[in-house]
């Protein structure tokens, strides 16, 4: 079994920033992709930025310019560097990992930007 633990969520003012990390640990032999996601009240959950073992990104256009997706392979944790954040933003972002063949979700942590 594979566990994920995030942590870094906040209350930040718009123009802000904010550094999440997800730390992977369990039984790991393999992980493949790494990601975040998000999720704002009252709509469905959508990709902020994943990353692969070798290191190739994909953002969503909304953040483009401003998040930045990191991985430790070593200690199998991803970040999430957000700057210049807007009240858009706010969610909580859940950690996804593809890890042994199979795809983990960590607990979310909560984002809330203040204009």
């Known amino acids: 079994q594979v566990q994920l633990v995030e942590s870094g969520g906040g209350l930040v003012q718009a123009g802000g920033s904010l550094r999440l990390s997800c730390a992977a640990s369990g039984r790991i032999f393999n992980i493949n992709y790494m990601g975040w996601y998000r999720q704002a009240p009252g709509k469905r959950r959508e990709m902020v930025a994943t990353?692969?073992?070798?290191?190739?990104?994909n953002y969503a256009d909304s953040v483009k310019g401003r998040i930045t997706i990191s991985r430790d392979n070593a200690k199998n944790t991803v970040y999430l560097q957000m700057n210049s954040l807007k009240p858009e933003d706010l969610g909580i972002y859940y950690c996804?990992?593809?890890?042994?063949?199979?795809?983990?979700w960590g607990q979310g942590t909560q984002v809330t930007v203040s204009s």
């Open positions: 996804n990992v593809y890890c042994n063949g199979r795809s983990y």
């Open positions: 990353i692969t073992s070798g290191g190739s990104t």
